[in-house]
């Protein structure tokens, strides 16, 4: 089972990494053009709906566990991972409240992430390149797996963020400034890399997409 720390964590990546934010211009440092590039991307976003794919590397399982899904996002707190295979499963993300269904297992798990979202607020969100770089060692460079891509690598420095996280990786597309792929590396060693095809912006969200059948 995630930890609820991650998964807030992974959700608040996405919405943030879609479409940077940013009021710098832009600079000779990459990572500063990047975020002055998407500015305007930014300020129109409001959904996101993409299909994904998500490996797990973890010490208690042998080998990756590789699942596919679908994800929407509405801002500014709505997100749902609705997974596929190999286990139909959704993760719900509504404001404070995250929401585990896993039908087949008999499972409905609900959990309070406000204090962790606010966490990761406080670190990321509307973040400028010189405040992030106050909690983060943040390089950039051009990437050829995926094609056409930045790779974003964001190291924490400080000891509260280590505790949850240990190193971030965005893949952001130079054509489209969107995000195609993200990693998160935990403290003990797991791993989870989300891939993301299909990705639309501002598009009309069914509603139901957020609704839980148990």
């Not at 929407?72 to 709505?78: C, F, Q, T």
């Amino acid at each position: 089972m995630l930890r609820p720390s991650a998964l807030a964590a992974c959700a608040t990546a996405v919405v943030c990494a879609f479409a940077w934010r940013s009021t710098a211009a832009a600079s000779p440092d990459l990572f500063d053009d990047i975020y002055a590039r998407s500015h305007a991307i930014q300020a129109s976003l409001k959904t996101v709906t993409a299909r994904f794919t998500e490996t797990t590397t973890t010490k208690m399982l042998v080998a990756p566990l590789v699942s596919h899904g679908d994800l929407a996002v509405v801002r500014p707190d709505r997100i749902v991972l609705r997974y596929t295979d190999p286990e139909a499963h959704v993760v719900l993300i509504d404001g404070a409240q995250m929401t585990l269904s896993w039908p087949s297992r008999g499972i409905v798990q609900k959990s309070d992430i406000g204090a962790a979202r606010k966490r990761i607020d406080k670190y990321f969100v509307g973040k400028a390149p010189d405040d992030l770089r106050q909690a983060f060692r943040i390089a950039a460079a051009l990437s050829s797996d995926p094609p056409n891509t930045w790779q974003v690598t964001m190291d924490p420095t400080r000891s509260q963020i280590k505790q949850g996280l240990a190193g971030l990786r965005l893949w952001i597309d130079r054509t489209s400034l969107l995000l195609t792929a993200m990693q998160m590396d935990f403290p003990d060693g797991d791993r989870k890399l989300m891939t993301f095809e299909n990705v639309r912006m501002n598009t009309p969200v069914d509603e139901g997409i957020f609704f839980l059948r148990h």
